[in-house]
């Protein structure tokens, strides 16, 4: 599991996620995320396209993160999902906290509006 | 047929990740078939890990899948405290003001299993079984 972030203005990054997160990677890369989130005191849209596994705990990460971005005013909106991540995402009904869109255009028009 | 015996701690789970997604692909199952193994396989087994209640020290689990016509059968037997996932709570909706987010885990595996089916296995023992559809 890895995490790149690119800046995309002064108010959101993006964060490309690439590998698993679940049981195997979520303790080693839990830390640095949220501080990364926490720190850029910005919206984030998070590239899901090279994301190969999510499970519940990945899942609390992400969830965790929102909380952090929500409380200073920001959003985090998800895009590019596989189609399993995509059915593990629909499956929890995260619709209302991690938004899903398809494309990166449709994530900063979510953190728009 | 894969049996393995996996230790309760989480770097655990990762290495029967691998051992199941690998018999799947020689049992031919598809992509999406294999990451509902592996993902039923993660949350029953962290499940174990961070709230099953052992009596001493936590023997190790034992896992088998197994390709069953149209369907995968993975079971899972452990030593623990008995605990039917089938009368686990459904959990709310997950909400940002909200930082109690317990039972995902379970609730997935329902949401994932064709069949879900949990009775003891001798010797203080539970088993726990599911079914998912191998397509």
């Known amino acids: ?25 979520v303790g080693a890369v839990e830390t640095p995320f949220t501080a990364t989130i926490a ?3 910005r919206s984030a849209v998070l590239d ?4 190969d596994f999510l499970s519940s705990l990945g899942i609390r990460l992400l969830l965790s993160a929102a909380r ?10 998800l895009f590019g999902a596989q189609p399993m991540v995509a059915e593990v995402l629909a499956a929890m009904a995260l619709d209302q906290v991690l938004p899903l869109v398809a494309t990166e255009d449709e994530a900063l028009a979510r953190l728009a509006a | 047929m894969l049996r393995l015996e996996v230790p ?16 799947a692909g020689e049992a031919g199952l598809g992509p999406a078939a294999t990451y509902r193994l592996a993902l039923v396989a993660e949350e029953l087994l962290a499940n174990l ?12 689990a034992r896992l088998s899948v197994e390709a069953e016509g149209g369907a995968a059968v993975l079971v899972i037997e452990d030593a623990a405290a008995p605990f039917d996932p089938r009368a686990a709570a459904r959990p709310a909706a ?3 003001d909200d930082d109690r987010i317990g039972g995902m885990g379970l609730a997935l595996v329902r ?11 001798g010797d203080g023992w539970n088993r726990t079984s599911i079914t998912l559809d191998a397509a």
């Open chain 1, 48 to 51: 899901l396209t090279a994301l």
């Open chain 2, 111 to 121: 949401k994932m299993a064709a069949g879900l089916e949990y009775g003891p296995a």
């Open chain 2, 94 to 96: 997950p909400r940002l």
């Open chain 2, 8 to 23: 309760i701690r989480l770097p655990a789970i990762a290495e029967a990740q691998a051992a199941i997604e690998a018999w």
């Open chain 1, 1 to 25: 599991m890895k995490f790149d972030v690119v800046e995309i203005n002064d108010k959101a990054n993006r964060i490309v996620l690439t590998g698993r997160l679940d049981s195997g990677t």
């Open chain 2, 49 to 60: 890990v961070m709230h099953g209640r052992f009596a001493g020290e936590a023997p190790a």
């Open chain 1, 68 to 77: 952090v971005v929500s409380r200073r005013g920001g959003k985090v909106v």
């Open chain 1, 39 to 41: 720190a850029s005191g």
